[in-house]
């Protein structure tokens, strides 16, 4: 699930790969998602200070938060919309959400399984909570395509990785490799996506590739990353050249979601859901999808295009907000 795709006034964000002067700690904010009783996300990429983990380049948190009831959130309801030039990875603690895109997939994202579903030159999904999701509590990533597959065909991977125990660690590695154990997802440039829950007081030492950043993604719990206190809902950010990272966890159980890659290396271009390389090919994307939205000739609302329309889905599309007036800055 997106659940960016239905915020009101998305800002135009822009990419850099920066100097990796060390560790930093991302705090998140809070964006509300829109809709008479939506939800908030927690969102610590791309923050002020940093847009690239690796490929990484968006990370929503949220929940848990209850379905039903007062205060209740309502669900995730995210009707059909369209993304290109990025993966978007859903991985849930609690709930059930259905997923059915253009290119044919319907799926359920399910806790402890992953979702990657690549977008390529261009794809539409929804995403539904089921009336199995009473909470809801999870993350959704987004992952930039590298210039030589941005233009691919759209795809979709499910996975559920069985768990690995170590002294005082369970981890499910989702992506890439970690304890000897190599998720066989395929990806456009090298990645690491584990969950890991770790025991209250317990220390632990994981093998990590020196070449990759690695972000580490707080759930649950307070903890020491490489020595650097973290608490609930913070993104810490490690720069390439460590060989190993030191986890080391407070007096409550942990649960992290860890990620890492090589710095990405290539400018992008982000916007509501379209990753690019240009304001001028972001501005053709939303076209292209105002085009399905806003129908034919002939007055039929959502009509096929670049983006397809959903198999099975009847719900009205999402149209795309208007463009900022200023050009978009490109981000590294
Ligand atoms: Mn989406």
């Not at 390529?120 to 909570?129: L, N, P, Y």
Request: glycine share 12%; hydrophobic share 40%; net charge negative.
């Amino acid at each position: 699930m997106s659940v960016s795709t239905v915020e009101k006034d998305p800002a135009e964000l822009t990419c850099t790969p920066g100097p990796a002067a060390g560790v930093e700690v991302i705090t998140p904010r809070e964006v509300p998602l829109g809709g008479p009783r939506a939800m908030t996300v927690r969102r610590t990429l791309p923050s002020r200070a940093r847009s690239l983990i690796g490929a990484w380049c968006f990370v929503d948190h949220y929940g848990p938060d209850p379905v039903a009831g007062p205060g209740g959130s309502g669900g995730m309801v995210v009707p059909p919309h369209p993304h290109t030039g990025l993966q978007t990875v859903s991985w849930l603690f609690t709930g059930e959400i259905e997923h059915r895109d253009s290119a044919g997939h319907h799926a359920m994202v399910r806790p402890g399984e992953v979702n990657l579903m690549s977008a390529g030159r261009g794809i539409s999904h929804s995403e539904v909570s089921t009336a199995a999701a009473t909470t809801l509590h999870g993350a959704q990533l987004w992952v930039a395509l590298p210039d030589h597959a941005r233009d691919g065909a759209p795809g979709f991977t499910h996975h559920a990785p069985e768990p690995v125990e170590r002294p005082g660690l369970e981890a499910r590695v989702f992506l890439g490799s970690l304890l000897g154990v190599t998720s066989p997802v395929p990806t456009a440039t090298p990645l690491l996506g584990a969950e890991l829950l770790i025991q209250p007081g317990a220390s632990v030492s994981l093998d990590v590739d020196p070449s990759f950043e690695h972000g580490v993604l707080v759930d649950t719990g307070a903890l020491a990353v490489a020595g650097t206190p973290a608490a609930a809902h913070d993104l810490v950010y490690l720069p390439p050249g460590a060989d190993h990272l030191d986890l080391q966890a407070g007096p409550d159980p942990v649960r992290v979601l860890l990620l890492g890659g090589p710095p990405f290396g290539e400018s992008i271009v982000m916007w509501w859901n379209f990753v690019g390389r240009t304001h001028e090919e972001v501005v053709a994307h939303r076209a292209a999808w105002q085009a399905q939205v806003e129908g034919g000739p002939d007055g039929s609302t959502y009509v096929d295009g670049r983006f397809g329309v959903p198999t099975g889905d009847q719900r009205a599309p999402i149209p795309a907000p208007p463009m900022p007036h200023v050009r978009l800055r490109e981000r590294r």
